[in-house]
């Protein structure tokens, strides 16, 4: 059965730009003078991207927001087994902010971006090649070869 070239151009545009947060938060760990600050932020916006490809891969609905733990949940009403990702990714929605404007008391350490960064890795390499579960009793499709998010998909298609 083929798939619905829509929504598997939309998750991958979602999944595209996580890879490419993620791409950005390493290099930035990498300078010789890292940006530590920019780095959370990109970790952050990645997970953030994961979470809205996955809803969208199954068609459920998100708001337009940036909070990891409002994401988290509704990824957890799909698929339980995403609760040890999305319970050490939801502590990322804080760099949303924090370190972002002067008159933060200090600057974040490596050792919390290299943490953060080491999550946000996990989270994606979790979503690459896992089957992913709904509760839908729905038929279920594959998506193409070489698309990179989960093998399948269950329930219909809704647009927000």
């Given at each position: 059965?083929?798939?619905?070239?829509?929504?598997?151009?939309?998750?991958?545009?979602?999944?595209?730009?996580?890879?490419e947060?993620?791409?950005v938060?390493?290099?930035?760990?990498?300078?010789?003078?890292?940006?530590?600050?920019a780095?959370?932020?990109?970790?952050?916006?990645?997970?953030?991207?994961?979470?809205?490809?996955?809803?969208?891969?199954?068609?459920?609905?998100?708001?337009k927001?940036?909070?990891?733990?409002?994401?988290?949940e509704?990824?957890?009403?799909?698929?339980?087994s995403l609760?040890p990702?999305?319970?050490?990714?939801?502590?990322?929605?804080?760099?949303?902010w924090?370190f972002?404007?002067?008159?933060?008391?200090?600057g974040?350490?490596?050792e919390?971006?290299?943490?953060?960064?080491?999550?946000?890795?996990g989270?994606?390499?979790?979503?690459?090649g896992?089957p992913?579960?709904?509760r839908c009793?729905?038929?279920?499709?594959?998506?193409?070869?070489?698309?990179?998010?989960g093998?399948?998909?269950?329930?219909?298609r809704s647009?927000?």
């Amino acid at each position: 059965m083929s798939s619905d070239p829509e929504l598997v151009a939309e998750t991958k545009g979602w999944l595209g730009k996580a890879r490419e947060d993620l791409a950005v938060a390493h290099h930035d760990l990498a300078a010789s003078m890292p940006f530590l600050a920019a780095a959370l932020f990109h970790v952050r916006q990645a997970v953030e991207k994961m979470f809205k490809g996955f809803l969208s891969w199954h068609a459920t609905p998100f708001r337009k927001t940036h909070s990891l733990e409002e994401l988290g949940e509704q990824c957890l009403r799909l698929d339980d087994s995403l609760r040890p990702i999305v319970d050490s990714a939801a502590p990322l929605t804080q760099y949303a902010w924090k370190f972002r404007y002067p008159g933060e008391p200090a600057g974040p350490t490596r050792e919390e971006a290299e943490r953060a960064l080491a999550v946000a890795r996990g989270a994606y390499e979790a979503g690459h090649g896992a089957p992913a579960r709904g509760r839908c009793s729905r038929e279920r499709r594959s998506l193409p070869e070489g698309s990179e998010v989960g093998q399948t998909r269950s329930c219909g298609r809704s647009r927000r």
